[in-house]
C-alpha cells in the first residue's frame, strides 16, 4: 500500500463510523453556503458556522429567487408551513398509532448496507401508513398538506396545474442509531446510470418539471449532523452514475448535505435529485416525518390510486376533506378532460373541451373519454 492509499483508507475508515466528527466540518460548510444561497433574500449576517443556520428563515413564496433555488439545487425548503400547533396535533395522532410503526428489521428490508456509513448502528427505519384514514381529528394535519395554501404555488411551480398524489404518504421515525437510506433516485439513476423519464427533471421555455416530486413534511427538528433526510445538491442534472463508495455515504461525503429544518418545515424534491438518509444521532428525539409523493396531471409512479379493483384510494381518505384536497385525488389524465384544478384562492376551476367535442367521443367510442 502506497502512502496515500494508507491515507485514503483512514479518511473512508474515518468516514464510515465518524461521519459526525471529521467530516462532519465540511457538511456544516456546505450547508452554511447552500443556506447562505437560500437565506440571500432576507438576511444579510454572515452565515460563517452552525448557530447562523437555526436563523434561516428563507423567503417561502414561489418567486424568482424560489425558482433559481429550486433549479439550481434540486430542492428546496419551505419554511414554517406548520405551526407548532399543528406539529403537536401531527405527533400526537402518530403517539396514538405508535403500536402500528413497523419496523425494516429484515434484512431484505433494510435500506442502507451494513457497515456503511448510512446504516447506523442497528435499528432499522420504522414506518407508518394510513396518516389519511385516521378520521377527521387525527388525519387533519396530514390531508391539509394536499392542498395548503402555503406550498399550492409551489406544486403549481413544479408540477403544474391539476398535480395529483402518487403515493400513499407514511410517516418515517428513526430512533437513535435508526438506519438512514443509501442515496437512490436520480433524473440519470445515480446506482445504473439509465435515464429515468418517471422520475425526471427538466425545465424547458422557464418551466420546472418533475415527475415526481418528494414533499418531507417535517415533524421533529433535524440539526446539523443529527442524520435523517439528505440530498446531492444539484444532482438532478448529473450525466452519470455515482462513484460506488459515495451511494453509501462511504465517499465523497462532503457532497451529500443534510439539511438543517425545523418541525414544521416541508422539504420539497425532485426524485430526479439524488438523496437519501443518514443514521440518526440524537439520544433523546425520535427522527418523525411525514413523507409525500406528488406527480403532474397526466404522470404516474404508483398505482394504490386505483384501488385493488379500480376503485380509486383506500376510502377512508375521502372523508372530511374540501374540494381542494379532493381534487389532488383524482387519476392520472391530461388536464382538459374535465378535471378539477385548484386556483390561487384554493376554489375549484373544471378544465375541459367544448361539448361537441365530447359528443364526437360518446358517438365514436360510446364512452364518457376516448
Ligand atoms: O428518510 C427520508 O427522508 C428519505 C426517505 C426516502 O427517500 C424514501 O423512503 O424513498
Not at 407548532?84 to 419496523?103: P, W
Not at 439509465?194 to 422520475?199: D, K, R, T, V
Not at 425545523?262 to 437519501?276: I, Q, R
Request: aromatic letters at 8%; hydrophobic letters at 35%.
Amino acid at each position: 500500500m502506497t502512502r496515500r492509499q494508507r491515507a485514503e483508507a483512514r479518511n473512508i475508515k474515518s468516514d464510515r463510523h465518524g461521519m459526525r466528527s471529521s467530516s462532519v466540518a465540511l457538511m456544516l460548510l456546505t450547508v452554511s453556503r447552500i443556506g447562505a444561497a437560500f437565506v440571500a433574500r432576507t438576511s444579510s449576517s454572515s452565515l460563517i458556522g452552525t448557530r447562523q443556520i437555526h436563523k434561516l428563515r428563507m423567503t417561502t413564496d414561489w418567486d424568482d429567487d424560489a425558482k433559481y433555488l429550486f433549479d439550481l439545487n434540486g430542492f428546496i425548503i419551505v419554511r414554517n408551513v406548520l405551526s407548532s400547533e399543528e406539529v403537536k396535533a401531527a405527533n400526537a395522532a402518530i403517539n396514538r398509532h405508535e403500536d402500528q410503526f413497523i419496523e425494516r428489521s429484515d434484512p431484505s428490508l433494510r435500506n442502507a448496507v451494513e457497515g456503511t456509513a448510512l446504516y447506523g448502528s442497528g435499528p432499522g427505519r420504522k414506518d407508518l401508513g394510513r396518516v389519511l384514514e385516521w378520521g377527521s381529528e387525527d388525519s387533519k394535519v396530514f390531508k391539509s398538506i394536499l392542498a395548503h395554501e402555503r406550498l399550492l404555488p409551489f406544486y403549481h411551480g413544479l408540477l403544474g396545474k391539476g398535480y395529483r398524489m402518487d403515493h400513499l404518504p407514511f410517516v418515517i421515525r428513526q430512533d437513535m442509531g435508526g438506519e438512514g437510506f443509501q442515496l437512490h433516485g436520480g433524473t440519470i439513476d445515480c446506482s445504473s446510470g439509465e435515464y429515468n423519464p418517471f422520475l425526471a427533471y427538466s425545465c424547458n421555455q422557464g418551466k420546472l418539471h418533475n415527475a415526481l416530486l418528494g414533499a418531507n413534511v417535517i415533524l421533529e427538528d433535524h440539526n446539523p449532523g443529527d442524520g435523517g433526510f439528505c440530498v446531492v445538491p444539484g444532482s438532478h442534472k448529473s450525466n452519470f452514475k455515482m462513484p460506488k463508495g459515495m451511494l453509501n455515504g462511504d465517499m465523497h461525503s462532503e457532497f451529500i448535505m443534510q439539511p438543517a429544518t425545523k418541525a414544521g418545515d416541508v422539504v420539497l424534491f425532485s426524485e430526479g435529485t439524488v438523496h437519501g438518509a443518514m443514521a440518526w444521532t440524537p439520544r433523546d428525539r425520535q427522527r418523525r416525518t411525514c413523507l409525500f409523493r406528488f406527480a403532474p396531471a397526466t404522470n404516474v409512479y404508483g398505482r394504490s390510486y386505483f384501488g385493488h379493483e379500480g376503485g380509486g384510494w383506500p376510502t377512508a381518505i375521502y372523508d372530511d376533506l374540501d374540494e381542494a384536497q379532493r381534487s389532488v385525488l383524482e387519476p392520472p389524465y391530461a388536464n382538459r378532460l374535465d378535471r378539477p384544478n385548484i386556483l390561487e384562492d384554493r376554489s375549484i376551476e373544471i378544465t375541459t373541451r367544448n361539448e361537441r367535442k365530447k359528443q364526437h367521443d360518446r358517438d365514436v367510442f360510446g364512452t364518457r373519454y376516448f
